[in-house]
């Protein structure tokens, strides 16, 4: 038998067929709003950057810039360690 016979019998299951879907690139913020910088303090803005189980989103949901991302993550651990967020919630 030879290499084709056996190959054309062995056909993969599955769905394919579908378009890619190609989503839209998320923008920095902080980078479109020129805020100035993040405030440890203004825990309404923290809160969009964590998960409502108290962790910290990472930049692909976020879709922080890495600079502004490290200084979120920096006062959201800061704001946690004053007591203004929670390290993570209670059930």
Same mark, same amino acid.
């Given at each position: 038998m030879s290499r084709d016979q056996k190959d054309s019998g062995m056909r993969r299951s599955g769905g394919g067929g579908g378009k890619m879907r190609r989503s839209k690139k998320k923008v920095c913020t902080f980078c479109?709003? +020129? /805020? $100035? /910088?993040i405030d440890y303090k203004d !825990?309404? +803005?923290? =809160?969009? *950057?964590i998960t409502e189980r108290g962790k910290i989103l990472p930049r692909r949901i976020s879709g922080a810039c %890495? +600079?502004?991302? =490290?200084? !979120?993550? $920096? %006062?959201i651990k800061r704001s946690r360690n004053i %007591?203004?967020?929670? *390290?993570?919630t209670e059930q």
């Open positions: 479109m709003d +020129k /805020s $100035g /910088s !825990v309404n +803005k923290l =809160r969009k *950057f %890495a +600079k502004h991302q =490290r200084e !979120v993550t $920096g %006062a %007591a203004l967020l929670p *390290f993570t």
